[in-house]
């Protein structure tokens, strides 16, 4: 088959695989009918996130036909119409079954490679890293899924595939994130960044009730979408004297409830241990990167709450003594798409949110390199590329 391979950094080329086949009972092949690339994807790309080796399969964001089971699937079978959550999710663990699917003990098979690192074991993730399991990823013509009857998830009929596609990924991570809000009537909740993520947290927390909404990002087509789309107030960083102020101002001085940072800081990535000195070196990346997040800190009301979905490994000058003094609760996570992906899709085949609006480009997998170009530099207006093997 064709896939769109990692070669080096800021090498990507499609080529021919082998087809991927069932490895175990409980598995199914997909043929991948959309997938999309991630912010995250870029870490790597971009060489700040190890264990990438050439001629992997790259991308996690993804939906696709089942066209093969293994004899243990019971959920799916040939021919459904299913979306899958980039983390890979065994079921049967603790973490799964606290519905903390990102964290599943049991389907990154390289711990040995996370270990040193975090300390312990995330779950699997298609299409990204060695350290985090080396499962082939979804910009190919067909992808294994592991413990299929966890991971796949049936899209209604009535759904066109964008529709569908983000619940995968972009719009469960930014779903979480305003979960993790607690939103209450009459809140103001501010994100940082104005992507795929940022743009369905902003869209997911009015949806949770949220009074206010404010995206900060500097893309015009993106502050466009987020007022449009989302119904956000919007804040051009660019255009400002200080994030910070502005917010208390926009706030009664008091500061937003909620603050979700969707940005994160792509120069540390996973971080095995020089990435963090090549990370030093490019300044540029540390310092845009982490600011968002201290600005965040700063801005967050006493007693609010912090919501970070942007990417990170290690972090110089995180102000804990703020995040202490003003009562800032933390809240964290790799999405545990799982447990949102039902009430998403319900949400889309209600009318309620219509993701469709980041699909910005759609593109053939053999134009997967220049797609991710058009991604990375954020050129013509681009959110999300969708690429259509
Ligand atoms: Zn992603
Ligand atoms: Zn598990």
Not at 177 to 197: L, S
Not at 307 to 326: C, H
Request: proline share 5%.
């Amino acid at each position: 088959m064709r896939a769109l391979c990692w070669q080096d950094v800021n090498d990507l080329r499609v080529q021919s695989v082998p087809d991927p086949e069932i490895v175990n009972p409980r598995d199914v092949v997909l043929r991948v009918t959309m997938t999309t690339p991630c912010g995250s994807d870029l870490h790597f790309i971009d060489g700040y996130l190890p264990t990438m080796r050439e001629g992997d399969v790259i991308g996690h964001e993804f939906m696709g036909e089942v066209v093969e089971t293994g004899r243990k699937v019971e959920a799916v079978s040939a021919g459904d119409r299913v979306v899958v959550p980039s983390f890979i999710g065994c079921g049967s663990c603790g973490y799964c079954r606290d519905d903390l699917w990102s964290l599943c003990d049991n389907t990154n098979p390289n711990a040995e490679l996370q270990e040193p690192i975090l300390g312990d074991t995330t779950a699997g993730i298609y299409g990204y890293t060695h350290a985090f399991g080396g499962y082939a990823g979804s910009h190919a013509e067909y992808v294994r899924v592991p413990h299929a009857d966890e991971n796949c998830f049936h899209v209604p009929d009535e759904l066109e595939a964008e529709q569908a596609l983000f619940a995968s990924d972009a719009w469960a991570t930014g779903y979480m994130g305003a979960d993790f809000c607690d939103i209450r009537d009459g809140d103001t909740v501010a994100v940082w960044g104005c992507g795929g993520v940022g743009l369905m947290a902003q869209h997911s927390a009015a949806l949770m009730g949220a009074e206010r909404v404010i995206g900060i990002d500097r893309f015009p087509e993106r502050l466009r979408a987020a007022r449009n789309e989302a119904g956000s107030e919007t804040i051009d960083y660019t255009a400002v004297d200080s994030v910070v102020d502005t917010l208390k101002e926009m706030t009664g001085g008091r500061g937003p409830d909620a603050c979700i940072d969707a940005v994160g800081m792509e120069a540390h990535g996973t971080g095995i241990e020089h990435a963090y000195d090549r990370a030093k070196q490019s300044l540029r990346l540390h310092t845009d990167r982490g600011t968002a997040l201290r600005q965040a800190i700063r801005a967050c009301k006493k007693g609010g709450t912090l919501s970070i979905l942007g990417v990170y490994g290690l972090l110089d000058k995180f102000p804990m003594g703020v995040v202490m003094n003003k009562g800032i609760t933390v809240r964290t996570a790799q999405q545990h798409g799982q447990r949102y992906v039902p009430d998403l899709l319900e949400y889309a085949a209600e009318g309620e949110l219509d993701p469709s609006y980041l699909a910005t480009h759609e593109r053939s997998l053999e134009e997967g390199p220049a797609a991710y170009e058009l991604f990375k530099h954020k050129k013509d207006g681009c959110i999300r590329p969708v690429l259509t093997p």
